[in-house]
């Protein structure tokens, strides 16, 4: 079954949502908003270019299949969420190659429920 997190960035607004359906990582994610997992908290996964409607306000969203939690990454995957929304067209080129994103300032603020 399916669970919704949003996450922020560098500026605490606006907010991201994704879906997971990995029980280990639902489970993971659950860890970071208690506060017992404090390492891998940073979000990471693949851009699909296109809006989803758990995800409102954005015109992309990340590939659950691709969604994972890191500690440390690449500059190369680095970029705000408003920066990708802005470049979005550039996407998956010398930006953010392969469509891989990994905003270092990533943080999950809550779970929510879609609707």
């Known amino acids: 079954m399916a669970a919704y997190f949003r996450f922020t960035d560098t500026n605490g607004q606006p907010r991201f949502v994704i879906e997971l359906n990995d029980e280990a990582k639902i489970a993971h994610a659950r860890k970071i908003l208690s506060g017992e997992e404090t390492h891998r908290i940073h979000i990471h996964g693949r851009i699909i270019k296109r ?37 979005l067209d550039e996407a998956g080129g010398a930006f953010l190659p392969g469509g891989h994103w990994c905003p270092w300032s990533s943080r999950l603020v809550d779970e929510v429920r879609p609707g």
């Open 51 to 87: 809006p989803v409607p758990y995800n409102p306000g954005w015109s992309f969203h990340l590939d659950p299949l691709t969604i994972d939690f890191f500690e440390v990454a690449i500059e190369v995957c680095d970029a705000s969420m408003q920066y990708v929304e802005d470049h």
